[in-house]
């Protein structure tokens, strides 16, 4: 049972443009939730995180939303460059769980010139 | 600077043929995880340590070990790798005890011949 569902396998954008990459989570006691990013042949690397107290968080381009009642969140990337094409991942973990991240299957995308 | 090292970054092992990865932090981060990635698939917690403590997870095989022998190593013993245990193998570490996010290394392609 998947407690992190990223529903899109891929996406493709084109430069400048917006993404939007999605999440949806069923475990209620979720309170930090992060985006990771990967590059192939290469470990996920630290995108954006928000905590379940807020519902949004601003980085430069990135943004994360946090529905907490629809428990969904979701990744803005604006503009949207070529060199943002990898596959992103959601993740999440509660307190007393030791950091321990569940994640999504992961969003491949693709900025295209 | 790599702050997570994984060594090797390939490796080549026959069916059967015990194999063990290595991983090296320089955060001095309390937790360390073992986390398994198959193709298309989310990256699943194998077990972590924080500090000296173990802590498996129900659904990891026997077949999989770890051990932490200083804050800074901390290894993946496959005892008789089979086809199916074939993937990337991430290392992580984070800092618990607040909201943060943990730092993986680049990861070993484990290939089972």
């Known amino acids: 049972d998947q407690q992190v569902k990223q529903n899109s396998p891929s996406l493709s954008v084109q430069e400048g443009r917006i993404s939007i990459l999605n999440c949806d989570y069923t475990?209620?006691?979720?309170?930090?939730f992060l985006w990771y990013k990967k590059y192939p042949a290469e470990g996920p690397t630290f995108l954006i995180s928000?905590?379940?107290?807020?519902d949004k968080n601003e980085d430069g381009r990135f943004t994360v939303f946090l529905n907490k009642s629809a428990k969904h969140l979701s990744l803005h990337i604006v503009p949207s460059q070529p060199g943002d094409s990898a596959v992103y991942f959601c993740?999440?973990?509660?307190?007393?769980?030791?950091?321990?991240?569940?994640f999504g299957k992961g969003t491949k995308l693709s900025v295209k010139p | 600077d790599a702050m997570v090292i994984q060594n090797p970054r390939y490796q080549v092992t026959q069916f059967g043929k015990p194999v063990t990865l290595s991983c090296s932090q320089t955060l001095n981060h309390n937790v360390m995880y073992w986390y398994q990635q198959k193709s298309s698939q989310a990256p699943k917690l194998l077990f972590h340590?924080?500090?000296?403590?173990?802590?498996n997870e129900a659904d990891t095989p026997d077949n999989f070990q770890s051990r932490r022998p200083n804050t800074s190593f901390c290894f993946l013993d496959i005892r008789s790798p089979g086809l199916g245990d074939a993937a990337m193998y991430l290392c992580a570490t984070s800092r618990v005890g607040m909201n943060t996010e943990a730092f993986f290394g680049q990861g070993t392609r484990l290939t089972v011949v």
């Open positions: 928000i905590s379940s107290i807020k």
């Open positions: 993740a999440a973990h509660y307190q007393g769980s030791q950091g321990n991240l569940i």
């Open positions: 340590y924080y500090d000296k403590d173990f802590n």
């Open positions: 475990n209620s006691m979720f309170d930090y």
